[in-house]
Each structure stands twice: as C-alpha cells, then as structure tokens.
Nanobody, 120 residues
Framework: QVQLVESGGGVVQPGGSLRLSCAAS????????MAWYRQAPGKQRELVAS???????NYADSVKGRFTISRDNAKNTVYLQMNSLKLEDTAVYYC??????????????WGQGTQVTVSS
C-alpha cells in the first residue's frame, strides 16, 4: 500500500504565498510522476502542475509564472510553492503519485486533500 499525506494549506490574502508538501510512504519501489490537482466548489478536479521522476515540470496555464512544483526523490516528497495567490486559487488541493510498488504493480494514488483559501 501507498499513502500520501499533504500539508501546508491554509488561509491567505490575495497576493500572498503558501507552500504545500506531500509525502509518499509505503511499498514504493519507484515514485514516477507526481502532481498536484485542485477542485473548487462546484467544479471538476483539474491538474495544477506535475513533475516527472527526472524533475521536468508541467503547469496549467492559469498558474504558470506563479506556482513552482519541485520534488525530493530521497524523501518521496513533492512540493508546490504558490505565490501571487488569487481568489480563484481557492480550492482543495490534492496530491497524486504514479507509483511502481515493490509488488511490481503500478497505480495512481491520491492524498486526502488540503484546503487553500484565498480571501481578503
């Protein structure tokens, strides 16, 4: 089994910053791509940013230039640095990991989500 635990959410004013963390643990052989998704009330879950095992990032157009995704493979942890936050960034943020397990199975795993609220 693989578990993902997110932290770092909270309430921030527009223009502020937050840093999310997601630590993966369990029967992990290789942590392949990791990503952050978000879901605002009444909307579908959307990809915010992803990063390959080699460190190549990809961003949604709405966060380019404001958010930075990074990872520490030794710690099986992915981070999302969010700067210049806007009201529309308010959502529950979910961590996702594409994992090859020690049982030689591959699957996508999700964290429980962390709330980010941007409010004046």
């Amino acid at each position: 089994q693989v578990q993902l635990v997110e932290s770092g959410g909270g309430v921030v004013q527009p223009g502020g910053s937050l840093r999310l963390s997601c630590a993966a643990s369990g029967s992990i052989l290789v942590n392949l791509a990791m990503a952050w998704y978000r879901q605002a009330p009444g909307k579908q879950r959307e990809l915010v940013a992803s990063i390959t095992n080699g460190g190549s990032p990809n961003y949604a157009d709405s966060v380019k230039g404001r958010f930075t995704i990074s990872r520490d493979n030794a710690k099986n942890t992915v981070y999302l640095q969010m700067n210049s936050l806007k009201l529309e960034d308010t959502a529950v943020y979910y961590c996702n990991a594409d994992v090859l397990t020690r049982a030689a199975t591959r699957g996508a795993y999700w964290g429980q989500g962390t709330q980010v609220t941007v409010s004046s």
